[in-house]
């Protein structure tokens, strides 16, 4: 078993603004299931059971807010709205803003790890600590946890149409300023057909927008979208 300091929890809880009755919960919310398979007996349970309660919680409390909001938009645009509001870029976000990184107990492989592996582990992590929050305090807890940290994105999501995918966003902006349709070309492709990786450009006329990469032509056709939206915000 390798040796580790167990984080100040308590330190947490005053960054994040928070107060738990019952501390094993927020253990546990913070808990990885790698973190176990190291340091057998440290804590009596990883967090997947409270991400599963968390994703729950956090979908009927944006639905909520939402449906309250806009009373006139249909549901399809409410869907993609609170999916974007809610999606795993949005609340690995707010883990990182909470601080959540310093407080994870991660093996000592995933601890070395910050890439996106990290990131959907601050997001599972976040819905785990507001299904702890809601166990351990009730729903209007969870409520004005979910406000503080995802809802108050709401308005830049809406005003900025960022609930559209990228490539639809971008059609919009370039037909409304240049009357014109944005068009893709795959620059190159590389690797074995198992594991390719895309390279796709995007036009306005004969301008070059951005480029993109992904691992499917519409994957990095959208990032290269994504990219030029960026650049048109800058």
């Known amino acids: 078993m390798r040796k580790f300091t167990m984080p100040n929890f308590e330190d947490f809880e005053k960054k994040a603004k928070l107060h738990f009755k019952n501390k094993t919960l927020l253990k546990t919310a913070l808990t990885h299931r790698s ?8 804590v009596p349970e990883h967090n997947e ?4 309660l968390g994703d729950a919680v956090l979908e009927l409390i944006s639905s909520e807010y939402l449906f309250a909001k806009y009373p006139e938009k ?34 000592k492989g995933e601890s070395k790890d910050t890439g996106r592996a990290r990131h959907f582990i601050l997001a599972n992590a976040f819905e785990a600590l507001l299904g702890a929050i809601y166990l351990d305090r009730g729903y209007e807890a969870a409520r004005e946890f979910v406000a503080e940290n995802i809802l108050y ?22 037909q409304e300023k240049e009357s014109i349709t944005p068009s893709y070309k795959l620059i190159k492709e590389v690797g074995p057909d198992h594991d390719k990786s895309f390279l796709s450009a995007v036009y306005a006329g004969e301008k070059e927008l951005a480029r993109g990469q992904g691992r499917s032509k519409q994957e990095s056709e959208q990032e290269a979208a994504r990219n030029a939206l960026s650049k048109l915000d800058n």
Not at 49 to 52: G, M
Not at 75 to 99: F, M, P, Q, Y
Not at 154 to 173: G, N
């Open 35 to 42: 973190f176990m398979n190291e340091n057998r007996g440290v």
């Open 49 to 52: 059971r409270l991400e599963f």
């Open 74 to 107: 249909p549901e399809g645009e409410l869907t993609a709205i609170r999916a974007a509001l809610v999606n795993t870029d949005s609340i690995a976000d707010a883990a990182r803003k909470l601080g959540m990184n310093d407080y994870l107990l991660l093996s």
């Open 153 to 174: 994105k709401t308005d830049e999501i809406v005003r900025k149409r960022l609930w559209q995918d990228p490539k639809s966003r971008l059609q919009e902006i370039i």
